[in-house]
């Protein structure tokens, strides 16, 4: 079941964050910033989280959120899903969510960004199955080796479906 995040949900969200091996300290920090964000600050439209919860469990996270200064244009600044849950649709669940809140929103475009490292080969595989383009590749931009990938997907509206979205 994909559902808001609640306050209750926040230290499960970050130890599951810690438990996939893939994110710095410095990148969990980040997400709980945005996390009490949105815990805190209910009013806000920049932020929005979701967990997928199984039997009482927290299986996966997604944060998005409107693209600032955009009209249409949302980021995906967190998908994630537990290690216990990977390979189960979890994620996949979570980015048609994405896609869903986007058009609900009349967004037309989803955006994501990992890095190139070898550790996010797996992340990157997702975008790709899940048909985002890769849209640019910025070298050396999180540190000399490693490479900003940014990824959209185009969100078809409600009225248009692009041939082989369905």
């Known amino acids: ?16 964050l810690r438990a996939t091996n893939n994110f710095s300290e410095a990148e969990i920090a980040i997400a709980e910033e945005l ?8 009013t806000q439209e920049d932020y929005y989280a979701f967990v997928f919860e199984i039997d009482g469990r927290i299986a996966g996270f997604l944060l998005v959120g409107p693209t600032p200064a955009t009209v249409g244009t949302y ?5 994630a899903a537990h290690p216990d849950f990977q ?12 896609v869903r ?32 383009d890769e849209l640019a590749r910025i070298a050396d931009y999180y540190k ?9 997907k185009r ?12």
């Open 1 to 16: 079941m994909i559902r808001e995040l609640a306050r209750s949900d926040k230290d499960e969200v970050i130890s599951m």
């Open 35 to 42: 996390i009490d964000i949105c815990i805190e600050k209910a």
């Open 75 to 79: 980021d995906m600044y967190w998908i």
């Open 87 to 98: 390979g189960r649709g979890i994620a996949q669940a979570l980015d048609e969510y994405a």
């Open 101 to 132: 809140f986007v058009r609900e929103r009349n967004g037309y475009l989803l955006i994501a960004e990992t890095s190139s490292q070898p550790s996010y080969a797996r992340t990157r595989a997702f975008y790709q199955k899940q048909r985002y």
């Open 144 to 152: 000399p080796g490693d490479d900003l990938i940014l990824y959209g």
């Open 155 to 166: 969100v078809p509206s409600t009225e248009y479906r692009v041939p082989g979205t369905e």
